[in-house]
Each structure stands twice: as structure tokens, then as C-alpha cells.
């Protein structure tokens, strides 16, 4: 199926582990972007990917780590997950202006 | 530094009437809008957008109005569903700058 897809859908962790989140997109899109989702701040900006091998900090890039290896997939990874990391976090890739997201992982750290 | 708000966090209207949904934003380098629709456990879907040169977007029961002097952006839906029922996000960028800024989101609630 074409599109953007997320795994897992729930993930719960424990303080000071390493996880990581998957994505991957169908479209071939250039861009893709990782959000994280917290009530009262809306959506904000982890990182970017311009292409395969480019990436970029966006507004709370701190204590994630990401890799494009493929232009496809765009996974990213909480070296060392902390409670303030407890979230829903969304993949995107970008048409033209609007971007199109996955649905979703919902994170917790205990 | 919230860079884009919305500071109705809902809105609850009667089917048939008008939503109206509001967004304000701070940063005068932005040119392109959008709103996006978010369903629970979903991710968010686009919903309509609006560039800066122009004040006025509409697409079937959905209309964006832009008011640059007051950096203010807003979402008429006419007439509401009760499908309408969601998370609205406002977001904004800049040209040739893919840090897109969302809202806070506001939860409208459409009742039959």
C-alpha cells in the first residue's frame, strides 16, 4: 500500500534505554520530518531529512538521533530515553507545501 | 517561543452553523499557511492552505482567510458536520524553510 507507516503504534519503555521508532513512506518524497505531540505545544519539529544522508535539527532535537540511509525510511532513535520523552511522535514526508503523516507512535517512559 | 497560536483549545458549534477557528502567528517571515485535521489515533491530514499573496482560500465548505497586517489566519467551515468533529492544527513556514510551526491545535466539536 502506498503511503507513510509507523512502528511500532505503542511502545512502552523503560528510563534509559535505547529505542527506536520506524518509518517509511512509499512516495519517494524527498523530505521527511519527525514531530513529537504533547498537549498545549502542538506539533514540534525533531528533525528533518532533505535527502538520503542530509539531516537537520529542528525546534527539540535533544536527546534523539536520526539516519537516512534510504530515501524510503527514516527511523528515529532515543539513546537514552528520559519521562519528558513520553509522547506521540509522527513521521511526515512532504508533497509540495503540505506534508503527509503516519499515524503515530505512542511512547511511554516509565 | 511559540511562533504560531491558537488560543481556543475548543470550539463546540450546532450542526448546520458555521465554525470559525482561529490561528495568530508572531513571525513576519512566514508565507505559506496551512490547517491540518487531526482524528484520534490518527495522524494529522491536510486540510486546505493559503500563500501570503493571497488573502482568501476556499475549497467546498472550507475557506481560509489570511490578514497579514495582523498576522491572522482563520478556518470557516459552512455549514458543520458532526464529521467535522476534530483536532484542527494551524501551521506555518517560510520560504525555502522546511521548519514548519504548528498551533497548539484547537478541538472542535460539532453537535447534531
Known amino acids: 500500500d502506498a503511503g507513510i507507516t509507523q512502528s511500532p503504534r505503542y511502545k512502552i519503555t523503560e528510563t534509559g534505554r535505547q529505542v527506536t521508532l520506524m518509518c517509511h513512506q512509499t512516495?519517494?518524497?524527498?523530505?521527511m520530518f519527525w514531530y513529537r505531540q504533547d498537549l498545549g505545544h502542538g506539533l514540534r519539529l525533531i528533525y528533518y531529512?532533505?535527502?538520503?544522508?542530509?539531516?537537520d535539527k529542528g525546534e527539540v532535537p535533544d536527546g534523539y538521533v536520526v539516519s537516512r540511509s534510504k530515501t524510503e525510511n527514516f527511523p528515529l532513535t532515543l539513546e537514552s530515553a528520559t519521562r519528558s520523552q513520553t509522547s506521540v511522535y509522527f513521521c511526515?514526508?512532504?508533497?509540495?507545501?503540505?506534508?503527509?503523516f503516519g499515524p503515530g507512535t505512542r511512547l511511554t517512559v516509565t | 517561543d511559540q511562533q504560531v497560536k491558537q488560543n481556543s483549545p475548543s470550539l463546540s458549534v450546532q450542526e448546520g452553523r458555521i465554525s470559525i477557528l482561529n490561528c495568530d502567528y508572531t513571525n513576519s517571515m512566514f508565507d505559506y499557511f496551512l490547517w491540518y485535521k487531526k482524528y484520534p489515533a490518527e495522524g494529522p491530514t491536510f486540510l486546505i492552505s493559503?500563500?501570503?499573496?493571497?488573502d482568501k482560500n476556499e475549497d467546498g465548505r472550507f475557506t481560509v482567510f489570511l490578514n497579514k497586517s495582523a498576522k491572522h489566519l482563520s478556518l470557516h467551515i459552512v455549514p458543520s458536520q458532526p464529521g467535522d468533529s476534530a483536532v484542527y492544527f494551524c501551521?506555518?513556514?517560510?520560504?525555502?524553510?522546511?521548519?514548519?510551526?504548528f498551533g497548539a491545535g484547537t478541538r472542535l466539536t460539532v453537535k447534531p
Open positions: 512516495w519517494s518524497h524527498s523530505y
Open positions: 531529512s532533505a535527502a538520503a544522508d542530509i539531516t
Open positions: 511526515a514526508s512532504t508533497g509540495r507545501h503540505e506534508q503527509y
Open positions: 493559503i500563500s501570503s499573496i493571497k
Open positions: 501551521a506555518a513556514s517560510a520560504s525555502g524553510n522546511n521548519d514548519m510551526r
